[in-house]
Every structure is written in C-alpha cells, then in structure tokens.
C-alpha cells in the first residue's frame, strides 16, 4: 500500500505542477489525460515500480541492437552453416526469408512491448495472455526458457570473439593449432571486458552504444569497398542458381531448410531492447521503434556484404570445404590479395563482436534479474538486488557471466559441441517468442484486446475497479493486417525452431550430433521439477509492487 501512494503521489504532483491534473468531486477520483513521468505510469500499470534509471533514448537503444544484433558480422561468422546446406543461392534466398520472418517477429513482439513494456518481456506477456489455468505454468517455463537463450547467447558472442581471435592467429601463423583451451581463455578475457563496460562504465553504456553504432556502419565499408574494388567477381547466374547438399541430405530442398538457421542465428538478439524496457526513455513506443528500426538497418547492410563475399569469393566450392570454422577470412584474404588485409578486416569483426558480446551480457543480466523479481529462480532475493550507486543488478551480472564462462569448458573437449550453442540459441529464444505470439494471435482473433487509452484514471482511496486484463499499447500494426502479420511470424518461427534441431550433416555420429536439444530439454525437465519441488510455492508469476488503479 505505501508503494502505490508513494507512485500515485509521484504521479499525481508532477500533473499538478504541469497543469494536467483534475479531481472527480463527486466519485473522488483523478484524472490525467498526460503525465509528466510517462515511464514511470506504463511501468506502475504493469505493477512494476522504477528501479533503475532510464538511460536509453531511441538512438542509443537503436544502435544497442544494432550492435547486439551484429548481423553483417553475424553472418560473416556463420557463413559456413549456410553454405554446407544450401550452397550461394541458398545463402540468398534464405537470407531474404529470414530478414522477412524476423521483421514480422519484431514487429508483433513491438505491440507486445507496447502494451506490457518491462525487463520481464516474454514470460510477463504470457503471464497476462494465458488462460488463467495455465498462466503461471506458462509463464514460469518461458522465463526459465527464455533466461537460457539469453546465457547461450552471451556464451556465443564471447566465444565466436575468442575464436576469430584464433582465426586470425592462424591466417598469420599456419603451424598454430588453436587449442581449444586456449579460445576458452580468450573467451572468458572477454567476458571480464563485458563485465568491466557493463558495472565500472555503465553509466556511459548509452553513450558507447552510440558510438557501436556508428562503428557498425564504417565497418561495413571498411570491408565491402576494399573487397568489391580489388576482388575478381564471379558469375551472376552461378551464384543465384547454384544450391549445395553437402550435407548429404535426401533433397537440396530439406538441406535448404536446414541451412536456414545459420541465417537466422545472424539476426539473433534483437529482443534485447525489450529487456532493457525499463532503462529506455519512452519505452511505450521506443522499443518498438529501435527494434523494428533494426532489423531494417541490419538486414540491408547484412545483405550488401552477403552479396558482396559471394561474388567476391572466388572458389566458392573451396570455401565450402574450409575446415577452420570461419572461410570468410580465406575469402578476404583472397580477395583483396594481402593475408594482413584480411587480418585488418577481420580485427573490424572481432571488435564488433566484442561489442556484441557487450550488449548480451546487460539484456542477458536484466532478463535474469526480472525473472529473480518475480521469484522465478533459486536465490531470487540476491539475483534481483539492484546496486544503489550504479542503479545496475551488478550481482545478475555476475551470475550470468559465470554461467556463460562455464559454458566455455564445453570448447575444451569439443569445439564441434560447442557450436551447438548457436542452435541453443534460437531454440531457446524462438520457443519463448512462440509462446507469446501465439497467445497473442489467439486473443487478437477473438477480438478480446482493448483499444489504446491514454487517458488514466486513479481511485486514491485504493478500491479497485473491473478492468480488462489487457489492452493495445500506443504502437501496433491495425485490423487485418496486424493478424496477417502476427500469423506469418507464428509461422516462421514453427520452421525456423524445428530446424535448428537437425544436425549438420549424415550419417549422425557423435562428433557432428546436434546436442542442444539434450541441453535444452534438461533446462526445461530440469525447471518442471523445480517447478513442483519449490517454485510453485513461491512464484505467482510477475509480483504487483505497485497497485495502480486504471490498466
């Protein structure tokens, strides 16, 4: 009860001091039509109060997805995904179906963001959209779910920065081996860099987003302009109409669908505005805006430099064969004619993925510690604390940087093993989406979503009203085109979540097994038992702290 009239009373006086304020004489009510602290009402009508402090404006939230996203970079490092299954043509036309399905994801994930802006993002939208007989089960799974996307995701960017590292090592040096306990090393030097920006230098964060952002597009033709200018180009015809099974499948067409998910995997990370929902200057509709801005921006330069490796690569058939992991170092090298070139180019990437790795590690804290809030995960009243001075959850932080670092022991024994992360990845993150998106499809066909009010209505004498659990938010897609739209996504991450299960290539032995689907499905048994055993006792799904009259 203090916290709701510490917030009403907060509100309440910056509407008096900006002329927005009128009482009810008759029913004792106040009305606000517009407030001085928006943020702060969209927050407390989710029943959340402000904890941390709002940083991110839409710039500097735009650039920390694009940098988390990192999806030219992105698709540099899982080039060979695509090119085993699916050969250059499949690299293009898939690229173009991903670009298409992640823009329609993050245009409907927007409208959620809209609605229900919190660091919680999936498992707090299940939690409103779910029948009330599965709410907090559903929620409760897809924060676990969700929370486990997020770790691997970290794990991922810090180790494709530790092994490019390697690569370039390599390129220089073609008698070093790379150890795989050596990139274990590099990879966690990397996360103790992601530590220090993301504690010591958080107040800057904004800032340096900015700054990754501008980074993102120079680099971009840092490399595109030298590799176009002194590369030999190849065939047109070839490279639009040539598909690769190298996976020895029973069609091109499953190889091709199979292939997809190294597409996919660069276009990773864009929910991170989400989770960073309650940092973001008028996150009702900035979040939104910076992820869809994104994945625009994104998608065009990631698709000028696919075009431009392609036709630059000269061998493709040899890159397709390249065992180092990364054959767009080989490609540049050979393009611009000069092994120091490629050194050069490639040092762009790494400090791109670095940065990348910067940006998972605040969403991936933030998803942690929203999830510790609600008391979702063991330890929930430590992982949740908020340091006062820095107003960051510096104790998330280092839990999820531990849980990724020891993620990184998996490359000792098999660096094979460990790019099944990347599939961990997706399937952690597209489950999470599903589940959201379709229970938003569900309750958007039946028409049981309120209209968009911005007028606020407060009772201070703390008796509730009925009230429509949920409503439309300030930024989302209308009428039939918003259910066309919402459908297509459902869609796209079914296909995409299925074939990011699918080993690489048969015959299945135990080096090129897909093992994160056994990652996976013992985070999820592992969560139900925790579930019954202790979490359900504790867990009501997202926790009201502030009781704040009118949704």
Known sequence: MDDKIEVIDAIRLAAIQKGRFSKDAEHGSFHIAEVY???????????????????????????????????????LVTFSLGLQNGGPAGLLYGFLIAWAGTLSVFISMGELSSMVPTAGGQYHWVNILSPRSTRKFLSYVTGWITVTGWIAALAATAFFTATLIQAIVGQNHPTYTAPGWQGTLFMWATLLICVFINTVTSGVLPAIEILVLILHVLGFFAIIIPLIYLAPHGNAKYIFSTFYNDGNWSTKALSFFIGLKGNAAAFVGTDGAIHMSEEIRGASRNVARSMVLSVLINGVLAFGMLLAVLFCAGDIDAAAQDTDGYPFIAILAQGVRSAMGATVMTSIVIVLSLCAAIGSLAAASRMLWAFARDAGLPWHRLLSHVNRRTTVPVTSIAAVTILAALLGLINVGSSAAFNDVVSLVLQGFYMSYFIALSLLLYRRVRREILEYDSEIEFNPSGSRKEQARFSWGPWRIRGWLGVLNNAFACAYLIVIWIMSFWPPEIPVNAQNMNYSCLVLGGVVIGSVIYYFARANKVYRGPIAEVNVQAL
Request: aromatic share 8%; net charge positive.
């Open 37 to 75: 602290d928006e943020d702060t009402l969209a927050l407390a009508k989710t029943g959340k109060k402000q904890v941390l402090q709002r940083r991110f404006g839409l710039m500097s939230m735009t650039g920390f997805s694009c940098g988390l996203m990192a999806t030219w970079e992105g698709l």
